[in-house]
């Protein structure tokens, strides 16, 4: 079974530039979330979409991040404009979306701010 | 608010010398917790899920237990290979009307097993 595709693998852009990411999960998992991992740090949530609906954004820096995921696969993550802060690795999970479920993660895609 | 506290932040074993590593957790009723390994540059992979105080799960040189507060893995004659970070997540009981599933992680423990 095909894990949870990310690209790119790596990014490295300077402040106030714009970047996207985008994540393919596992197939005919409903729910998808976007992680920010700083270094030294745990995931921490930015975004959960069950289907193609967010779930929670609640942690989502919405002045300068945005997320879709149309036809409930396939998500892509913005940020514009980037800050030195948002250096960071920017994981993607997916699980079925039962009560309990299992997240499962992609390999991620560092971005580095200069 | 949901905390998890991982300790320690650092652990450098012998091959062969076991250990554990804890998460201290406190949260508005715990749904799920939940241990994942990461290697440097990967993202997390998933070992296992505890739902109730007294459970116990094995996989290989590891083993996760439960209580009230916190969650050990035990790593029984480590090698090489088990070294990676080692991350705790809890999944809280009340979902709220949107069905929100985040995991809060802890900062993870770095385990290096020397040969």
């Known amino acids: 079974e095909a894990g949870v595709a990310q690209s790119p693998r790596y990014k490295i852009i300077e402040k106030r530039q714009s970047v996207a990411f985008w994540c393919n999960p596992i197939?005919?998992?409903?729910?998808l979330y976007w992680y920010q991992q700083i270094l030294g740090q745990g995931p921490k949530l930015l975004i959960q979409?069950?289907?193609?609906?967010?779930?929670?954004d609640s942690q989502l820096p919405k002045d300068r991040f945005s997320a879709e995921r149309l036809k409930g696969v396939d998500s892509t993550l913005k940020i514009q404009p980037a800050k030195l802060e948002d250096s960071a690795v920017y994981l993607c999970?997916?699980?079925?979306?039962?009560?309990?479920?299992?997240?499962?993660f992609g390999p991620g895609t560092r971005l580095t701010v200069l | 608010e949901d905390q998890v506290t991982q300790s320690p932040e650092a652990l450098r074993l012998q091959e062969g010398e076991s250990s554990s590593l804890n998460c201290s957790y406190t949260?508005?009723?715990?749904?799920?917790l939940f241990w994942y390994r990461q290697d440097p540059g990967k993202g997390p992979e998933f070992l296992f899920t505890l739902y109730s105080a007294g459970e116990e799960k094995e996989k290989e040189r590891l083993k996760a237990t439960l209580t009230k507060k916190e969650s050990f893995l035990h790593i029984t004659a480590p090698k090489p290979e088990d070294s990676a970070t080692y991350l705790c997540?809890?999944?809280?009981?009340?979902?709220?009307?949107?069905?929100?599933?985040?995991?809060?992680f802890g900062t993870g423990t770095r385990l290096t097993v020397i040969p």
């Open positions: 949260v508005s009723g715990l749904r799920g």
């Open positions: 197939s005919g998992h409903a729910t």
């Open positions: 997540a809890v999944q809280e009981g009340f979902r709220g009307p949107t069905g929100a599933n985040n995991l809060f």
């Open positions: 979409f069950q289907n193609n609906g967010v779930v929670d």
């Open positions: 999970a997916s699980s079925l979306g039962g009560l309990t479920d299992t997240q499962y």
